[in-house]
């Protein structure tokens, strides 16, 4: 499996094209952020293993994702998000963890058995999150019980994982998988590591004793929208077939800035995944022996997945009541007359002229 370091994150590694075009991309952008306020944080129910669980979501703002930095994936923006500099010192990410506190306290009752803890790239990865720290947000959420915390394979190991085991906190490692077909996940996303990096670091999150969410990604550039789905598909199952792989998240595709799907976009060559295409992969895999959830953030507005604008919330709640029972019949419940201008889309789309319908 590759080793972090500088050259790994450049050198052979995703497409150069690409990784000039984004480096270009992300070199307009201007705005600068407080190093002691996390990008985002909120609550809300997710389902786990141990069933569903009131969750603390914590996007911390780091020195930005490192293969973002050498080009990255097609579709990111988050790291047009981060502190300026390449690092944030201890004190200042356990600010944005108290911040983080502090809205849970105002906002809730209870407290949340379930904390995610997210970066614009690796919570894992030392650069961005320091041991010292990694290892006090494990004490502070020892009384928690559930975590997850998202991570690139190359930085999932027994030490670092076990630091939030060892505290008595069941862990998940999160990896951003995208898709399990290589291909795609090297020319369209620009990700550099191979499905068997995912298996290796699978085993290494069990040998520590945590279990592996993966997150994948609907609809990256360059597919027709039945390719996207058909990618889906394949991508759950085998994510199932995995041991120690318990969840899949599969999420849609949005329109973030400083990306090249933004470029797409604006030049009229991508189109966001179709709310319908997110419920057929989740009514197709529901059978598989894996929770599978769906997140379509920005839903119902044109730079996130859409139907025709009438339908959307009808069909997004019925997505997140899926999320929580995992019951397919959900669907049957949700109808609308541009189901029919999907399935032509389905039926007669190609990826070398895409977007069929906007």
Known sequence: MSKPSPEVYEEGKGMDAHNSVMRDIRSRNDSTYDPREPTRVWLDEDNTPDGVYQSLTIILNTGGCRWARAGGCTMCGYVAESVEGGSVAHEDLMAQIQHCLDHESENSDDKSGLIKIYTSGSFLDER???????????????????????????????????????????????????????????????????????????????????????????????????????????????????EGCH??????????????????????????????????????????????????????????????????????????????RQDPSVFEQVSCECEATWDAVIEREKSYSLPLAR
Request: glycine content about 6%.
């Open 128 to 242: 961005e999150v320091p041991a010292e720290t990694r290892r006090a947000i494990a004490e502070t959420f020892a009384d928690r019980e559930r975590i997850v915390v998202e991570s690139l394979p190359d930085f999932v190991d027994e030490e670092t994982v076990g630091d939030f085991v060892d505290v008595g906190l069941e862990t998940d490692v999160a990896v951003g998988l995208e898709t399990a077909t290589d291909r795609v996940r090297h020319d369209c996303v620009n990700k550099y590591f191979d499905f068997a990096d995912f298996e290796e670091a699978s085993e290494a999150a069990q040998a520590a004793g945590a279990g592996v969410k993966a997150y994948l990604l609907m609809k990256p550039p360059f597919l027709s929208e039945a390719e996207a789905v058909e990618d889906m598909k394949r991508s759950v199952r085998r994510c199932a077939a995995v």
């Open 247 to 324: 969840t899949v998240s599969m999420n849609p595709c949005n329109v973030q800035r400083y990306t090249m799907v933004e470029e797409l976009y604006h030049d009229g060559g991508y189109r966001p995944p179709w709310l319908w295409s997110v419920a057929d992969v989740l009514e197709a895999t529901a059978d598989e022996d894996v929770i599978v959830v769906s997140d379509p953030v920005g839903h119902g507005s044109d730079r996130g997945p859409h139907n025709c604008g009438e339908c959307d919330d009808k069909v997004q709640r019925a997505i997140k009541d899926f999320d929580l």
